[in-house]
């Protein structure tokens, strides 16, 4: 277990390696990438059974006061920040944790990254940068697996930046398209401001602590050496930085647009890994956000609510396979959040999870149709199922799972979800919680039925399946997709549910409200059958409803013009701003304050020389002055 | 009276001296016209002689002669070698001018030789008598010398303002003179400050006296408000002249300046100090500025010395009797100014040479020309704007740091920032020599070159390529380990700061 | 005796009246001139003064000559300086025709 | 070895300056051959820097490398003493770095060379100097040499610019950077005066910082002289590392110098100012300085965000960078003015890795101004498909400028930061803020000028030659190990940071 390290550096040696010997490496070294990732994950499972088989007693363990979980702690010293040992020097350390949290996110990341590489070997075939895509890929994963298991903020914060610059050059692969270089731009930009937040939010920390040690902060807030109000603003600050990364509302722009990159990036990176960062960062630091009874959770969860119904109203609307699963993802993350903040640290984990796999099959699906096709309009297609149908079966698959049917896993760690929110909020939030719930499906529902089913267009005749390379890690995923559910609840003998083996302080066996299972089961399944009615059948015509909400329409098709209004800022605002700052410095201080007393000199030195007039008898006067004013001064000071 | 002719072999430098102008003179009636220029050697072996003679006989001298006249000690001997070697460095760096411009120039080197002497004397007189008719000696050789180009109107009408100028000046400081004398009834330097040490009973009028003869030595100095001959004589006089002027009279002016304000008016200090310092504000800053606004390098160069001898004059300001610092920081700053202008004008007399030209103008893409020749003077230059290596740093930084251990933080501050204008126009010179628009660089990489004064027929003569490399280890000398002038100087200010 | 005061207000007034006069005339002779004026101002404070102080100890014989032997100083080089002066304006004269100084103005600034 | 370090110090200050001497009485004509002479010249300064800074002994810390001639006797009482401390020798390193990488990549100076290599080693040596020098009177010596070469280096060869609104001539920008620099230097000159006015007062007068040091530790120089006499230095110092509002000959000066002498100026060159606040005005009057730091830090603060936006309007990849390594410096004065020891700290590191990191913009936009004959980003497009490495390498900088994890600019911004949150809240958090802006102007520099479809215009360009290359890739190295592993680096700074009184 102490080798958990080894995971990420696999990974981390990849990358330069392709950079450098990319050219001569047969497949622009591609198999590096995948072998230190498939290290990774064979070395995984080992960290797995190390950790099951750890307990209180073993070397570096312990079981948390902080989380109550087992946690496993190895650290080595990185660089002094002041003379060591002198007072105010800090020393910060390469540390890992190793616990359940850590564990399940090790897992995620190692096997969808391994899928979507193996994937990528059939879908990338014959880029021209194709050595550079794996070498940014190992990159990410390293810079992924690293957040997961870092110990201290610093640490954290380090794997954090550099998923998002991994991010930045994957969006922007193909930068010759000018929506993928703006994209890029973009994404790394407003994920940034959030980091900006959580920076602070880490550096406020250390202030009050004095050390960047996770377990320093939570010792500090349980002792009450962090008093509340520091606490909660610390909290708030570090939820910036996963608003960015998880795409929460306000943020959420970004990701939409980073469906320019390539499909499996989108699947890896802005589906099942990078962006549930921001989730996996408020459950890490838990601790300090659930302090003092949670005022920060109430945030989270106001904030991941609005984030998944805002999101599942626009993928509703959305003709763009990719963006609606973008969109389908970000309200996801919303729900995760919600979870979080409404003590629901398992489900939201658990939910994670599901959504992981379910999420990375969707656009490794999405992937495989474009690749069939070249096309991403689901107004353009139909009936697919007929040319690709293995890709057709595992999308529904898929569509399937996170639309929440039943022993589906998406069903079950939705259901947790609805729970939590259920057992800790008050009732508003349950019923919205539950009207998301009924969107996701629906949403989910259309993108299914409008791709796949349906009687096929003869543009799209030419449409083939895809490759083994991309249909196995399909099938892989989809079995995941399929039961990674049962997981969650207690079997009969001694394992019971992940609720035993994932949680905070205390931990709680699978439980099921009969009530809210039921309820959700009826909304997602009667959801499918509304949509199989629409789209396949038309049997209801949405014209009516269309017309009563009808000004609603366009707003939720522009999504709620949250672009247009930060364009508006940038253009209006920031660059004028800076405009103004340009000609300032130009025109005040460069000519105005540097040159005026330099001309102004100059110009004094040519009126003073108008003193030499060239005639004799004015220099004499000029003495005869000077002879005076000499004598006189002289003259006063020697009588007083 | 006894002793009034005791030791009087002391002077044999100055016998010397006058025999060699009286010989240079005589030879010159004899010696074709085509080779006057020997004139110039026999003037610079006498002045090598000289040298060599003063050191080995004076060195460790310290007496009086002529009850107390003139003073043979290590201050006079200083500037006694300063003075004979500027002389060959100036006849070194005028034969060719003398040759292409002048008539007559046989007395051109006699005066020059007569000039030396006056200044020798000035700067071992004890008694204002003597000091004034030393000075007047200089004075009119130099007013001979700015006028001699006789056909040149330029050259009369310096000689003319010069002359009108400096005699007035010279009645202003005799007046001076008198109302000390009429006040003190006397006039040596040692009974003077033996009058000022008690200074209860003298009248006002004394000090009215002191401020005239201070108006009289601030017309050699050319300090503000009494500079105003000094840009049209410098412009006016011929070339090498004009640096004679700029190096020599300012140097014995200050010579005289040093040892009167030492010896006689130290005691007053508190009553002339504000004066000085103000003087010499005023004298950098107008010096400066107005330099800011010349197109004609010899004018520049009037201005650019005005702001020199205004910082010079701020270490007289800081004289005191408690420390030899203000006096040796005078001295080191004579020496690095006088070598650094040196090597200015030796370029500059030998550009004019080569064009014929003296507006700034002229010196455009010197540096792809004449390399050598645009380094010296960019060196120059930086070295008189306090830039470090140069000599212009290092003697800067030791005057000011003597006005700060006075505790004339303020002056110190004003000079340093009239430096930094004076910089702004020595750039203006670099700029015109190596600073070209891109195209132009061009083309002289491209050998092109469109510029005149290139290629060997136009070049440096020898004459003053040794001026100019000696001049430069100097420049350099001083500036990187000036210890070794600094003993002998040091030597100097305690011979007129005997309290020390 | 005569009291010292009146010989230097003497003198102080004519070296007044020879600087008005380099002040206010245009003829570089006639500045000259003037200048010769305040030298010969010098030289009456001078002589008066060194009598003055020569009798200053009764009794005793003359002592203080200084005074005197620099006015014949003073006169000797003030006469050199004519010469001199009057050399150039004869340059001047013959280069331009006229030694008006209002028009010796070809450097200034 | 032990007589050899004695003398180390004086021969990396001896060499460049005979070097230069030396290259004056080389042919005017053999461009190459003055090339291959300053190379060695450099590389022999390079060795012997990386040779102070690995023997340096950080366990002991202190004053080491000791060594003092008399140069002028009592009474002004001058001696050139050397010694470096940690600071120093890391900076004497950075310069040894940058010399040799801006002596190579300036092969192609055709006009009049060895004058040009004349003064770069000159500049060398005056850097090295100041760096290395004990005595107040030695330091400002060398910071004078430091500066004076750079007025005919870009006169001469430099460049002048037409943009839209406003031309630029290159005499305009040398006059203008030389008196900036000069007229900062006025202000430190009477600060030196007025600490040896100080120190005769009370009995000791002398430049030495040893003993000015020790005269400050024990009080002598009353607190009020130290409250005036420090922002003197502030403002001297100030002026060179560009501190707002005397930063503006920095931009300026840049666009209009030849690459080799931006990567000297902005990399070396400006970190003299940060030097001096820190060994001036720090230890040798350190009340004043504790009196005066919340305005440095404040105008550190602007600088950093005042650098940033104005970073933002511009068009001139040149002005780009000049900016921005006016809001970098405005780190170096905020960490220096925390006064805590992992601020200052983060501020000397700031130091070298800024100067890494923008010699290598420079380097690059030197590479692609010779081959485009323009710096506008707005007409270069897509030149990451010609000028693949240059393009890397020039991301990678970018990264390091906007303080990404993993390389050089990280490990400092984050220590400025850390320091400056214990002591300054509220601007500290400004200059976070900050930070995050420098990311707008590098993607929109990167986006516009390297990304994007190839512009016909631009089919004929090639890659960096390899000698750009080679210099570039080492100091992409650099920056990458300085950020994985700063501790070596970090070593030095810190126990010659603990010595500093205040901290």
């Known amino acids: 277990m102490e080798w958990a390290w080894l995971i990420p550096v696999f990974s981390f040696a990849a990358a330069p390696l392709i950079v450098v010997l990319g050219r001569v490496l047969p497949g622009s070294g591609s198999f590096l990438a995948i072998l230190a990732i498939a290290a990774g994950f064979a070395l995984f499972w080992w960290v797995f059974a190390g950790f099951l088989g750890a307990g209180a007693g073993t070397e570096n363990c312990l079981v948390s006061a902080h989380t109550g979980t087992l946690t496993c702690h190895y650290q080595m010293a990185w660089f002094h920040a002041g003379l060591a040992g002198a007072a105010g020097s800090v020393a910060l350390t390469w540390g890992i944790i190793v616990d359940p949290l850590t564990v399940a996110m090790l897992g995620l990341v190692t096997f969808v990254a391994l899928m979507v590489q193996i994937y990528s070997l059939g879908y990338m075939r014959g880029d021209s940068r194709f050595g550079w895509y794996y070498a940014v890929h190992a990159l990410f994963a390293a810079a992924m697996l690293t957040l997961v298991l870092a110990d201290n903020f610093l640490l954290l914060y380090v794997a954090w930046e550099l998923v998002g610059i991994c991010s930045y050059l994957l969006i922007g692969f193909w930068h010759e398209r000018p929506a993928a270089k703006e994209a890029a731009k973009k994404a790394f930009i407003v994920t940034r401001i959030g980091d900006v937040g959580m920076l602070i939010g880490i550096l406020l920390i250390w202030r009050e602590v004095g050390s960047f040690s996770m377990f320093d902060a939570f010792e500090a807030v349980s002792s009450g050496a962090m008093t509340e109000g520091v606490t909660t603003v610390a909290a708030l600050l570090l939820f910036l930085g996963a608003m960015g990364k998880s795409a929460q509302f306000p943020f959420h722009v970004w990701l939409p647009d980073a469906m320019e990159g390539p499909t499996p990036v989108s699947a890896l990176i802005h589906a099942a890994t990078m962006v549930v960062a921001g989730v996996f960062l408020v459950a890490r630091v838990y601790p300090i956000f659930s302090a003092y009874d949670g005022d920060a959770l109430l945030v989270v969860a106001v904030i991941g609510l609005i984030t998944a119904l805002m999101a599942s109203t626009i993928a509703l609307v959305s003709v763009d396979l990719k963006r609606i699963l973008a969109y389908s993802t970000i309200s996801h993350l919303g729900l995760m959040m919600l979870s979080l903040g409404a003590f629901g640290y398992t489900a939201a984990i658990f939910h994670l999870l599901a959504h992981g796999f379910a999420k990375a099959l969707l656009f490794l699906g999405a992937g495989s149709v474009m690749h069939g096709t070249d096309e991403l309009d689901i107004r353009k297609m139909g009936g697919l199922r007929k040319v690709m149908p293995m890709t057709a079966f595992l999308f529904s698959l898929g569509a399937l799972s996170l639309g929440g049917i039943p022993i589906l896993s998406g069903f079950w760690s939705k259901d947790e979800i609805l729970l939590a929110v259920n057992d800790h909020l008050n009732p508003a939030f349950i019923i919205l919680a539950l009207l998301t719930a009924f969107l996701s499906a629906m949403y989910m529902a259309r993108a299914m039925f409008v791709t796949f089913f349906g009687n096929l267009r003869q543009e799209m005749e030419h449409a083939h399946e895809s490759p083994a390379s991309m249909i196995g890690p399909m099938a892989l995923l989809g079995v995941l997709a399929a039961v990674f559910g049962f997981v969650g609840f207690n079997w009969p003998g001694s394992y019971q549910g992940i609720g035993s083996f994932l949680f905070f302080h205390e931990a709680e066996g699978f439980h099921f409200n009969w009530w809210l299972g039921i309820l959700s089961m009826i909304l997602a399944v009667g959801a499918f059958v509304l949509g199989y009615l629409i789209y396949i059948k038309d049997r209801v015509s949405l014209e009516g409803f269309r017309a009563r909400i009808g000004g609603l329409i366009p707003v939720v098709e522009n999504k709620y013009y949250f672009d247009e209004a930060y364009q508006w800022v940038v253009d209006r605002v920031v660059l004028v701003f800076a405009n103004f700052i340009g000609l300032f410095d130009r025109i005040v201080i460069n000519d105005l304050a540097v040159n005026g007393p330099a001309n102004s000199v100059h110009r004094l030195g040519i009126a003073m020389r108008l003193h030499v007039t060239g005639h004799v008898y004015s220099y004499a006067m000029g003495m005869v002055l000077g002879t005076i004013a000499l004598s006189i001064f002289w003259w006063f000071r020697s009588v007083s | 009276m006894p002793g009034l002719t005791a030791n009087l072999q002391l002077l044999t430098p100055e016998f010397a001296l006058a025999g060699l102008a009286l010989l240079v003179l005589a030879v010159d009636l004899v010696v074709p016209q085509n080779r006057k220029n020997l004139l110039g050697w026999l003037s610079i072996a006498g002045l090598l002689g000289l040298i060599a003679l003063s050191l080995k006989m004076l060195w460790g001298e310290n007496e009086t002669l002529y009850g107390g006249l003139l003073a043979v000690d290590a201050f006079s001997l200083f500037f006694k070698i300063f003075f004979l070697g500027l002389g060959i460095f100036i006849i070194l760096s005028s034969m060719d001018y003398v040759e292409k411009n002048l008539t007559s120039r046989g007395e051109f080197y006699g005066l020059i030789l007569f000039s030396i002497l006056g200044m020798n004397v000035m700067a071992q007189s004890r008694e204002l008598l003597t000091a004034y008719i030393s000075l007047e000696l200089l004075s009119f050789c130099l007013y001979v010398l700015a006028a001699y180009a006789r056909n040149e109107a330029k050259s009369n009408e310096a000689g003319l303002k010069y002359i009108i100028i400096g005699a007035f000046s010279s009645a202003v400081l005799l007046y001076g003179v008198s109302m000390v004398y009429s006040t003190l009834g006397v006039t040596q330097f040692a009974s003077i400050s033996a009058a000022l040490a008690n200074p209860g009973d003298v009248s006002p009028a004394l000090w009215v006296g002191m401020a005239l003869i201070l108006v009289g030595l601030g017309f050699k100095l050319a300090a503000v408000p009494f500079h105003m001959w000094a840009p049209d004589v410098y412009e006016g006089a011929p070339f090498p002249v004009t640096a004679y002027l700029a190096i020599g009279s300012k140097a014995a002016a200050f010579a005289l300046v040093l040892r009167l304000f030492a010896e006689g008016f130290l005691p007053a200090v508190d009553q002339w100090r504000i004066v000085v310092a103000v003087m010499a504000a005023i004298t950098m800053l107008t010096g400066n500025l107005v330099a800011l606004a010349q197109h004609n390098i010899k004018r520049l160069m009037a201005y650019s010395s005005v702001g020199q001898v205004g910082i010079i004059l701020t270490g007289v300001a800081a004289l005191s009797a408690d420390s030899i610092l203000p006096a040796s920081g005078v001295m080191l700053y004579l020496v690095g100014y006088s070598l650094t202008n040196m090597l200015v004008f030796a370029g500059l007399i030998s550009f004019f040479n080569m064009t014929g030209r003296e507006d700034i103008s002229a010196f455009r893409g010197l540096a792809d020309g004449q390399p050598f020749l645009a380094a010296t003077i960019a060196i120059g230059l930086f070295s008189l704007g306090g830039m470090p290596i140069f000599a212009g740093f290092t003697v800067k930084f030791y005057l000011f740091t003597a006005l700060a251990s006075q505790g004339l933080l303020w002056l110190a501050g004003l000079a340093i920032f009239s430096s930094l204008i004076s910089l702004y126009y020595y750039l203006q010179v670099i700029r015109q020599m190596y600073i070209r628009p891109v195209e132009e660089v061009a083309e002289a990489i491209a050998g092109e070159d469109v510029y005149v004064p290139t290629g060997p027929e136009v070049s440096t003569s020898p004459l003053i390529l040794i001026v100019q490399s000696v001049t430069l280890v100097g420049v350099f000398w001083v500036g990187v380990y000036p210890a070794p002038f600094l003993t002998v100087i040091d030597a100097a200010s305690h011979a007129i700061l005997p309290g020390l | 005796m005569v009291d010292l005061v009146y010989f230097q207000l003497l003198s102080a007034a004519l070296f007044v009246i020879g600087m008005y006069g380099v002040l206010a005339r245009r003829s570089a002779v006639l500045i000259v001139m003037s200048i010769e004026l305040m030298l010969n101002a010098v030289n009456i404070n001078l002589i008066a003064a060194a009598s003055h102080l020569g009798y200053r100890s009764v009794g005793e014989a003359f002592t203080n000559f200084d005074g005197q032997i620099i006015a014949i100083f003073v006169i000797t080089v003030a006469a050199a300086e004519l010469g001199l002066a009057l050399a150039i304006i004869l340059r001047i004269y013959r280069n331009r025709g006229s030694v008006n100084v209002d028009e010796v103005d070809l450097m200034k600034w | ?503």
């Open chain 4, 1 to 503: 070895m032990e007589n050899f370090d004695q003398i180390a110090l004086a021969l990396i200050i001896f060499i460049p300056l005979a070097g230069a001497i030396a290259a004056m009485f080389m042919p005017a004509d053999r461009q190459k051959d003055v090339w291959y002479f300053a190379i060695v010249v450099a590389g022999l300064c390079f060795a012997l820097s990386l040779y102070i800074f690995l023997r340096y002994d950080y366990g002991a810390g202190g004053f080491q490398f000791q060594d003092s001639y008399k140069w002028l006797p009592a009474p002004v009482d001058i001696n050139l003493s050397l010694a470096v401390d940690g600071i120093s020798a890391l900076l004497i390193l950075l310069n040894g770095i940058i010399l040799l990488g801006g002596v190579l990549i300036s092969q192609n100076i055709v006009y009049r060379p060895r004058d040009f290599f004349v003064l770069l080693l000159a500049l060398g040596a005056g850097v090295f100097g100041t760096f290395a020098v004990r005595d107040l009177f030695f330091l400002f010596f060398f910071y004078e040499l430091a500066v004076l070469p750079m007025y005919l280096l870009i006169g001469v060869w430099g460049s002048s610019t037409d943009f839209r609104t406003f031309f630029r001539a290159k005499e305009y920008a040398a006059t203008k950077l030389f008196l900036f620099l000069v007229a900062g230097s006025v202000l430190v000159w009477i600060g030196i005066l007025a600490v040896y006015m100080g120190a005769a007062e009370s009995g000791f007068p002398t430049f030495s910082m040893e003993t000015l040091g020790r005269l400050a530790e024990a009080g002598q120089l009353s607190e009020e002289f130290q409250t005036w006499v420090f922002p003197l230095f502030m403002v001297g110092f100030g002026v060179l590392a560009g501190m707002w509002p005397f930063h503006t000959w920095s931009p300026d000066g840049h666009v209009s110098a030849p690459t080799a002498v931006s990567m000297l100026h902005a990399g070396v060159l400006m970190k003299l100012g940060a030097y001096g606040i820190i060994r001036v005005g720090m230890v040798i009057v350190p009340e004043g300085a504790e009196n005066w730091m919340p305005v440095l830090i404040t105008l550190g603060t602007v600088n950093v965000l005042y650098g940033a936006v104005s970073a933002m309007s511009q068009t001139d990849l040149k002005y780009i960078i000049g900016y921005s390594s006016v809001s970098h410096m405005g780190y170096v004065l905020m960490g220096i003015a925390t006064l805590d020891r992992i601020g200052v700290g983060g501020a000397v590191l700031q130091m070298f890795s800024h100067g890494i990191m923008t010699a290598l913009m420079f380097l690059l936009v030197g590479a692609i101004y010779d081959r485009t004959h323009t710096r506008d980003i707005s007409v270069l497009k897509g030149l990451f498909s010609r000028m693949g490495v240059t393009g890397f390498f020039f991301a990678i900088a970018g990264l390091a400028s906007m303080g990404l994890p993993g390389l050089s600019g990280f490990i400092a911004e984050f220590m400025v930061f850390t320091g400056a949150f214990r002591t300054y809240l509220p601007l500290a958090v400004l200059a976070v803020i900050g930070a995050a802006l420098t990311a707008v102007y590098i993607l929109r520099l990167l986006a516009l000028t390297f990304l994007g479809e190839s512009d016909a215009r631009w089919e004929h360009l090639t890659d960096a030659s390899p000698v750009e290359k080679a210099v570039g890739g080492a100091f992409v190295l650099i920056m990458i190990f300085v950020g994985v592993w700063p501790e070596p680096l970090l070593r030095l700074i810190n126990v010659s940071v603990d010595a500093l009184p205040g901290v």
